[in-house]
């Protein structure tokens, strides 16, 4: 996915932060997959953080989105975190992996940390502003 003026990497504005990121998908095969994924946050939602996956890769052909705690993307960059339907965790020093659980089965996708920070850090000016 290259960034143009239709689909720029990130943006942000008073009301909510969106970050387009590479993730990759983890599976048994020694190749992976690396996939475009939107990391967004709404100021409407200051507790939450959302991960979007493209339609491309659901069997019903629509975006597959996660909502989870801030809190939970946060802590999992520093320790194991999380014990429901999302679960994070750091993998060396810079990388982290989020493990989504569905009755669908179980999806490991592996991230830059770096990129995660970045769409942190940029959430904390709107989500201070929400919350006052």
């Known amino acids: 996915m290259s960034a143009t003026a239709e ?32 990391l967004r946050f709404a100021v409407a939602e200051p507790l939450a953080v959302r991960i979007v996956f493209p339609a491309g890769l659901s069997p019903e052909g629509t975006d597959n989105e996660w909502v989870f705690p801030l809190a939970l ?36 996708v592996q991230f830059d940390i770096a990129a995660l920070r970045r769409f942190l850090r940029r959430t904390y000016a709107p989500a201070a502003a929400a919350t006052r």
């Open 7 to 38: 689909n720029p990497p990130a943006t942000a504005t008073a009301s909510h932060v969106e970050e387009r990121v590479r993730a990759r998908v983890i599976t048994d095969d020694p190749l992976y997959r690396t996939i475009p994924v939107a």
């Open 73 to 108: 993307l946060e802590a999992g960059l520093q320790a194991p975190t999380g014990t429901g339907d999302v679960r994070i965790w750091p993998c060396g020093r810079v990388q982290a992996v989020v493990e989504f659980h569905s009755p669908e089965g179980v999806a490991v």
